[in-house]
Nanobody, 120 residues
Framework: QVQLVESGGGLVQPGGSLRLSCAASGSIFSINAMGWYRQAPGKERELVATITSGDSTNYADSVKGRFTISRDNGKNKVYMQMNSLKPEDTAVYYC??????????????WGKGTLVTVSS
């Protein structure tokens, strides 16, 4: 079994910064793509950013230039530095990862989420 645990959420004022972390643990042979998604109240979950095992990144247009995704393959962790936060960034942020087990079988896993609130 694999667990993803997010941390780093909280309350921040507009224009502020937060750094989210996600740690993967359990039966892991390797991890392919990792990413962050978010879900605001009353809205569907949306992609924020993804990063491949080769460090290729992809961002939603709404966060380009403000958010930076990175990963530490040795620690099975993914991070997201969020700068210039706006009230519309308020959401529960979820970590996602495609984990390959010892049988070379890949599955997608989700964390339980961490709440980010941007408000004055």
């Amino acid at each position: 079994q694999v667990q993803l645990v997010e941390s780093g959420g909280g309350l921040v004022q507009p224009g502020g910064s937060l750094r989210l972390s996600c740690a993967a643990s359990g039966s892991i042979f390797s991890i392919n793509a990792m990413g962050w998604y978010r879900q605001a109240p009353g809205k569907e979950r949306e992609l924020v950013a993804t990063i491949t095992s080769g460090d290729s990144t992809n961002y939603a247009d709404s966060v380009k230039g403000r958010f930076t995704i990175s990963r530490d393959n040795g620690k099975n962790k993914v991070y997201m530095q969020m700068n210039s936060l706006k009230p519309e960034d308020t959401a529960v942020y979820y970590c996602n990862a495609e984990v390959v087990n010892a049988m070379k079988y890949g599955m997608y896993y989700w964390g339980k989420g961490t709440l980010v609130t941007v408000s004055s």
